[in-house]
């Protein structure tokens, strides 16, 4: 019974901890807010080597790092709104090119994309029960077309002036065509953004 008991309390607190991960309500939040929110996750603060440009009365974001099992690590941005702390939007990206030395993705198998494949259908998932059916576009069925880099999808959720994109890149093609070099990709984003109602 006690072992029951346990594994039960376990599954729970697991199930919690996956959804306490991204914050989607991000209305009237600050960057205290963040800074608490990324302690509380184990995120590690982040210098920036370059300068966003995220559009008038946008700040520059404070950006974390948190350790991820199979797939890239996590960069966390949090974006503040010029004329105060409060958070305009949150990005959430695990793409390969971020700690690579060269800043070039190499091919990749299946077996090693997978993980972001079943990555982006849990945070969809989360998400969805909290902003309802999404605007879809792409398809993950084919991986097929990992090889010719058109494997993609996007999903767009909107609710109570916050709106959700998500999206996932996952391509193998590697040419160069004179000066132009198409390299390999292996991306998840997710943006979390107030919306003016």
């Known amino acids: 019974m006690k072992r029951t008991a346990l594994l039960i309390f376990l599954l729970i607190c697991s199930a919690a901890s996956s959804y306490a991960q991204y ?17 509380a996750a184990d995120g ?11 559009g008038p009365h946008i700040g520059q ?10 797939m890239p690590d996590l960069l966390v941005y949090y974006f503040p709104n010029g004329s105060d702390s409060t958070l305009n939007q ?12 060269n800043q070039d993705a190499i091919k990749q198998p299946l077996t090693a994309l997978q993980p972001y494949i079943d990555h982006y259908l849990s945070i969809q998932k ?5 902003f309802g059916k ?16 058109r494997f993609q999808r ?3 959720f909107t609710k109570d002036g ?5 999206y996932i890149v996952l391509s193998n093609k590697q040419e160069t065509n004179g000066i132009v070099s198409i390299m390999p990709t292996h991306r998840v984003r997710m943006y979390v953004k107030t919306v003016t109602q």
Request: aromatic share 10%; glycine share 4%.
């Open 61 to 70: 974001p404070e950006v974390y790092r948190r350790k991820q099992q199979s």
């Open 134 to 149: 999404p605007e879809t576009t792409g398809s993950l069925d084919d991986k097929a077309l990992i090889e010719t880099g």
């Open 23 to 39: 914050t989607f309500d991000i209305k009237e939040k600050t960057l205290a807010y963040a800074r608490g929110f990324e302690e």
């Open 90 to 101: 949150v990005l959430y990206e695990w793409d390969d090119t971020n700690f690579a030395n």
């Open 154 to 156: 996007k999903d767009n």
């Open 126 to 130: 989360q998400v969805e029960a909290i």
């Open 162 to 166: 916050v709106s959700v994109e998500m």
């Open 44 to 54: 590690i603060p982040t210098e920036l080597t370059t300068t966003f440009l995220s």
